[in-house]
Nanobody, 124 residues
Framework: QVQLVESGGGLVQSGGSLRLSCVTS????????MGWFRQAPGKEREFVAA????????YYAESVKSRFAISRDFAKNTLYLQMNNLKPEDTAVYYC?????????????????WGQGTQVTVSS
């Protein structure tokens, strides 16, 4: 059984930083793409960042490029999202997702397992 558990969300002031973690069990990160998505109140879930096979470049949404960084620790089977220079518009529930394959994708349909989400709130 595959499980993803996010943590690290919270309340932060504009310009601050947070690091989200996603511990994965039942599936190794080595062979599956991993992604972060977010959903703000009243809005559709949107892609944030993803990372694919070992050696491939991460892929970011334009709105977070140069501010966010996705990474993974294979020994801990954990995915991370370092978020810097946070803005109020980054406020959302953040979800990590595990892909059915190893190719990075911004489409939610490419991911077959999801975490429960962690709330990130950025105050102005």
């Amino acid at each position: 059984q595959v499980q993803l558990v996010e943590s690290g969300g919270g309340l932060v002031q504009s310009g601050g930083s947070l690091r989200l973690s996603c511990v994965t069990s039942g599936r190794t990160l080595n062979y599956h793409a991993m992604g972060w998505f977010r959903q703000a109140p009243g809005k559709e879930r949107e892609f944030v960042a993803a990372i694919g096979w070992i050696g491939t470049r991460p892929y970011y949404a334009e709105s977070v490029k140069s501010r966010f960084a996705i990474s993974r620790d294979f020994a801990k089977n954990t995915l991370y999202l370092q978020m810097n220079n946070l803005k109020p518009e980054d406020t959302a529930v953040y979800y990590c997702a595990s892909g059915s394959g190893g190719v990075v994708s911004s489409s939610a349909g490419a991911y077959d397992y999801w975490g429960q989400g962690t709330q990130v709130t950025v105050s102005s």
